[in-house]
């Protein structure tokens, strides 16, 4: 409890609340559509944006996420051409985006950066602005999803039956993967590069174990994933271990725990 006094705790248990909303919200999403795959694409196409910020001298996060949107929209377009598979476009940008990272960060003036923290993240880390981030787009989340949510649903689970119902289905599809690219974006304080696909999955696998409600879905989500950020927390303070990576591995627990009971339950 110690702890709570210090002012870059606090701003790690209000990030951590701030991007398990965001994550929950998008990431029901993708796991629903399948877009794991593409995601993990945009993750790693966000390594180039950061290279980029750091050549030019503007903020890493903010050339990663026009570097993620583009990406996504680039991923979204090419998936849609007959003469080009889908995981092919996704391979395009996830190497163009690591191997544009890698160079513009050895080519940058000065000091060779500090990759890990980007690479693996670090909660403790969080500022102010990456709040502000993260609140913004938990709220605007929040509104889009309340707004539009049986559209988004029916795109999710069937966008044949989403277009006979006159649903404008690229736009949505399009906005959408905006906002997978800007909630990545904002979670690589926390977990980094190689661990913030994991935000957006397994919380939402967890749910799917006791439910298959869009909704509930999306509440569970959120829930679960302030718990493994709690837990990861507790295991970064006490064993002195990453706090991403602890992250990660609590919530994997916690999915294997409710794996466990929910086998023993039928």
Not at 138 to 147: D, K, M, P, T
Not at 161 to 189: H, N
Not at 221 to 227: D, E, N, P
Not at 247 to 266: D, E, G, H, Q, T
Request: charged share 10%; glycine share 8%; aromatic share 14%.
């Amino acid at each position: 409890m110690d702890l709570l006094q210090y002012t870059f705790f606090q701003n790690a248990l209000l990030g951590s609340l701030l991007a398990s909303i965001a994550c929950g919200i998008i990431g029901t999403y993708i796991v629903t559509r399948r877009l794991v795959f593409i995601s993990g694409g945009i993750t790693h196409a966000s390594f180039g944006g950061i290279g980029l910020g750091l050549f030019t001298g503007i903020s890493p996060l903010l050339s990663a996420a026009l570097f993620s949107v583009m990406s996504a929209f680039g991923v979204e377009w090419l998936s849609k051409r007959k003469d080009m598979r889908e995981d092919s476009a996704i391979a395009v940008f996830w190497t163009l985006g690591m191997a544009l990272g890698i160079m513009f960060s050895f080519l940058s003036p000065g000091f060779a950066p500090d990759l890990s923290a980007y690479l693996f993240g670090n909660i403790l880390t969080i500022s102010h602005s990456d709040l502000w981030m993260l609140g913004c787009l938990a709220l605007v989340l929040s509104i889009f999803f309340y707004l539009y949510l049986r559209p988004i649903v029916s795109i999710a689970f069937d966008r044949e039956f989403a277009r006979s119902q006159k649903i404008p289905v690229e736009i949505f599809e399009y906005v959408l993967m905006m906002f997978i690219a800007l909630t990545i974006v904002a979670c690589l304080r926390m977990v980094g590069i190689v661990l913030a696909i994991s935000l957006l999955t397994i919380p939402q696998m967890t749910a799917n174990l006791f439910t298959y409600s869009f909704k509930k879905i999306i509440w569970l989500s959120i829930a679960i994933g302030f718990m493994g950020c709690l837990g990861g927390l507790f295991i970064s303070y006490r064993w002195e271990v990453p706090s991403g990576a602890s992250i990660i591995f609590f919530s994997i627990l916690i999915y294997a725990v409710c794996k466990v009971i929910r086998r023993k339950n039928n």
